[in-house]
């Protein structure tokens, strides 16, 4: 086979890998010369001429001349007579240049070739993908359903790009049919192997934050900053926003007229409740908004430590906490401070800690962590309240509520 001719069977990849005629003439040049110094131990004597125009090359060995029967190295040297076969008037000590066919490399080389390439040109077209999506990791994407799997699903975008939606990077509420357009961010992007595994998401803060910025125009240009948002995915999320200029209302500006823009991104996370809360300096305050809708009377923070106490009226507390824990657990991440509930107006009750002998003190943190942390903030529940809320079964919690119970009646 000429080298034209092999040139032109390998074009295919050019086609298929969407790969330029000059970059598929470098990689071509770097799998010859691996060739050559497999074959002749080096290829430094060796020059590879490539036309990226017509697709052609040419392989030219360069050798000295030295007298018959003197030659030491025959990749570097050609003995007088072998030179003179090429060109007559040959002399010693001349430099000889003979070209190289791809069939005098023989036929297990020229397969070696030809899987080389296929190697250089996927490694290449995996770089590629790898820099491009880890450019646009944060960025929001969109992408089509192409497989459904337990664990996962298998996204491709329209360059043919294959992106991975793992489960827990899943809305619970959502559902995938063959064909569907899915949005999210480009969460990580890693090289496994020399394949880069994108990975696609629905339920990073960071996705809220790029709805915002595509559906509230005074976000994109920058007008209403996002100081911060956290989510419990498809349930709640809290997010709080900030303007230098006085004249913008960002919490209004944000939900739109009669909630024109937030319902757009509320169906989107498949009806998350968004709450909006406008960012300010003064911690106490910013504390207060986080818990809304519930009124807090009064506030100790102790910032060394990372933690509040917070004190409201007892009607109030369950406000405070809310559905699940959700919005005591969000008004936690979102201001950076460990929240304790109590209850003002309760002398009669009793802190959880004190029935540490009765209760294991697990079972107490578990409780604690909703902003459960006194006998009558239990009681006020029911068991099956008490179960949504926290991780607990329901023979512990039973259990707990027969102990408070027996305390309060003796």
């Not at 509230?216 to 498809?234: H, N, Q």
Request: net charge negative.
């Amino acid at each position: 086979m000429e080298n034209l001719a092999l040139i032109e069977s390998f074009s295919e990849f050019k086609d298929e890998k969407l790969i330029d005629r000059v970059t598929l003439m470098v990689i071509l040049e770097d799998v010859f010369r691996n060739t050559l110094k497999r074959k002749f131990g080096s290829d430094e004597n060796f020059d590879i001429i490539i036309n990226p125009d017509k697709g052609d090359l040419e392989i030219w060995r360069n050798r000295v001349v030295v007298d018959n029967g003197s030659v030491e190295d025959p990749n570097q040297q050609i003995e007088l007579k072998d030179a003179q076969k090429i060109e007559p008037d040959f002399e010693v000590g001349e430099d000889v240049s003979e070209e190289v066919k791809l069939v005098d490399l023989g036929r297990r080389a020229i397969l070696s070739l030809r899987q080389n390439l296929v190697s250089k040109i996927f490694e290449h077209d995996s770089n590629n993908i790898f820099k491009q999506f880890k450019d646009l990791e944060g960025d929001l994407y969109s992408a089509e359903v192409h497989h459904v799997r337990n664990r996962e699903v298998i996204l491709i975008d329209d360059d043919g790009n294959e992106l991975i939606l793992p489960k827990d990077k899943q809305i619970p509420s959502d559902f995938y049919r063959k064909g569907d357009s899915v949005r999210g961010v480009i969460e990580s992007v890693e090289l496994r192997g020399n394949k880069p595994r994108i990975i696609f998401s629905r339920t990073s803060p960071v996705f809220l934050e790029k709805l915002f910025e595509q559906e509230i125009p005074e976000v994109f240009d920058g007008l209403i900053t996002i100081k911060k948002a956290v989510r419990i995915p498809g349930e709640k999320a809290k997010v709080s926003v900030d303007s230098y200029d006085d004249r913008i209302d960002p919490v209004g500006a944000c939900v739109g007229m009669k909630g024109s823009r937030i319902h757009g991104i509320v169906r989107e996370l498949g009806n998350e409740n968004i709450d909006i809360i406008n960012y300010t300096n003064n911690l106490q305050l910013y504390i207060t908004r986080s818990l809304s809708p519930a009124k807090i009377n009064s506030l100790k923070i102790n910032e060394k430590e990372k933690r509040v106490q917070v004190f409201l009226d007892p009607e109030e507390v369950s406000k405070a906490i809310g559905k699940g824990g959700h919005n005591i657990r969000l008004a936690g991440k979102l201001t950076g401070f460990e929240i304790d509930v109590y209850r003002e107006g309760a002398e009669e009750d009793v802190e959880l800690a004190e029935f540490s002998d009765e209760i294991e003190p697990w079972v107490i943190e578990e409780f604690k962590k909703v902003g459960l942390d006194t006998a009558k903030s239990i009681l006020e529940l029911d068991a099956e309240d008490l179960t949504k809320r926290t991780d607990l079964e329901d023979v512990t919690i039973n259990e707990v509520l027969r102990i408070l119970k027996e305390e309060f009646e003796d």
